[in-house]
């Protein structure tokens, strides 16, 4: 593997760092807005699956 000095490795990050593209606050925040939804609805949908298969195993349960 070949050795690079200090100088040349800051360089070669400067390089690498200047063609990072960042998004935007719009960008993030549209984002952020979505992972929060996502999330909501998730958490929405598994307690009503949760509900259900409560329900239906204490029906069961009952019944025996």
Known sequence: MARTNP???ISQVRAEVSK???PTR???TMTTIMV???ASVAAIFFFFVDLGIRSGLQGILSFF
């Open 36 to 38: 929060f939804l996502l």
């Open 26 to 28: 719009r960008e993030v």
């Open 7 to 9: 100088a040349q490795f």
């Open 20 to 22: 990072v593209v960042w």
